[in-house]
């Protein structure tokens, strides 16, 4: 398989194993895959490549492993870098301001914060995951999100986890380490996992 050219398949069922072990969300990986894989096909077509024997298989697993593996290693970019270079890929739906929690808040950013929006003094609590940490106090949806206008309404002095979204940190305080959040309904997960996936598609294709 395709796949194999880029990771040993025994390594790779050992990450999909952990991944898996700790992100708990099978079934909304396998929308956003199946999402990843309409538009795959489109951008890489398997009629161009079918003498070479790559089939909509080849494709799937690729974007399985580009779901769950930083290009880091393989000494690409990482996602945070991918995803900060495409803000277009946004299409501000609300899904990340009306379904994620906790909405971490780091506590070198708290002052800054506050200082300009010194009425969320009685919004924000500690964080139970990571200690001397904050989060708000309500989250789900966020209040913060006006859903007329499909706006966050601090969006200028917003979070850093809201800014790095789809991307949120997760780890314990020494190693902390960004994952992709597998919001099925978010364009911007989406079309992280397409980039991915078309880089190690066209890394792969170079060994056949």
Request: aromatic share 10%; hydrophobic share 35%.
């Amino acid at each position: 398989m395709l796949r194999d050219f880029l990771i040993d398949r025994e390594l790779f069922e050992k990450i999909r194993e952990k991944v898996l072990e700790e992100e708990n969300t099978e079934i909304k990986r396998e929308i956003l895959e199946k999402s990843v894989l309409r538009k795959l096909r489109k951008k890489r077509s398997i009629k161009k490549y079918k003498k070479k024997g790559v089939t909509k298989g080849d494709l799937k697993e690729i974007i399985e492993f580009a779901n769950m593996v930083s290009l880091e290693l393989f000494r690409g970019p990482s996602d945070f870098e991918i995803a900060s270079g495409h803000p277009e890929w946004c299409s501000h739906c609300g899904t990340c301001c009306t379904e994620s929690s906790p909405i971490f808040i780091h506590k070198d950013e708290i002052n800054l914060l506050l200082r300009f929006n010194p009425s969320l003094k009685n919004e924000i609590i500690g964080n139970d995951e990571y200690s001397e940490h904050f989060r708000f106090k309500e989250d789900l949806p966020c209040k913060f999100h006006s859903s007329k206008i499909n706006k966050c309404k601090i969006y200028d002095t917003r979070p850093q986890v809201c800014r790095s979204y789809p991307l949120v940190l997760i780890g314990n305080n020494d190693m902390p380490r960004y994952t992709l959040d597998l919001r099925h309904k978010c364009d911007y997960a989406v079309h992280l996992v397409l980039e991915k996936s078309m880089i190690l598609f066209d890394e792969a294709i170079e060994y056949i």
